[in-house]
């Protein structure tokens, strides 16, 4: 079984920045892709950014390209999401996520049914 445990949500001013962590514990699965999502009140939840074990597929979506980056530490178990210039449409939850593929087409890495396990959340609130 895998855990991951979300943290370093919280309320910002938009400009802001924010560091979410996702540490995974469990089986070993230093070549998993991992995943950011996020969903917001009343919406699906949506891709935010993915990167496999190697970093030779990292994938963003295209509202956050520019300003969020997606990083890993194989030796922490942990995948770090930075985001940066903060807007009020990033407020949502934030659920991290692994799968199984390695190396993952853009397609499969940006849908939700590619991971395998996910954490709990952690609330992202920005406010103008």
């Known amino acids: 079984q895998v855990q991951l445990v979300e943290s370093g949500g919280g309320l910002v001013q938009a400009g802001g920045s924010l560091r979410l962590a996702c540490v995974r514990s469990g089986r070993t699965f230093s070549t998993y892709t991992m995943g950011w999502f996020r969903q917001a009140p009343g919406k699906e939840r949506e891709f935010v950014a993915a990167?496999?074990?190697?970093?030779?597929?990292?994938y963003y979506a295209d509202s956050v390209k520019g300003r969020f980056t997606i990083s890993r530490d194989n030796a922490k178990n942990t995948v770090y999401l930075q985001m940066n210039s903060l807007k009020p449409e990033d407020t949502a939850i934030y659920y991290c996520?692994?799968?199984?593929?390695?190396?993952?087409?853009?397609?499969?890495?940006?849908?939700?049914?590619?991971?395998?396990?996910w954490g709990q959340g952690t609330q992202v609130t920005v406010s103008s």
């Open positions: 996520a692994a799968s199984k593929f390695e190396a993952p087409s853009v397609v499969t890495a940006k849908s939700v049914i590619s991971y395998d396990y």
């Open positions: 990167r496999n074990w190697s970093g030779d597929n990292i």
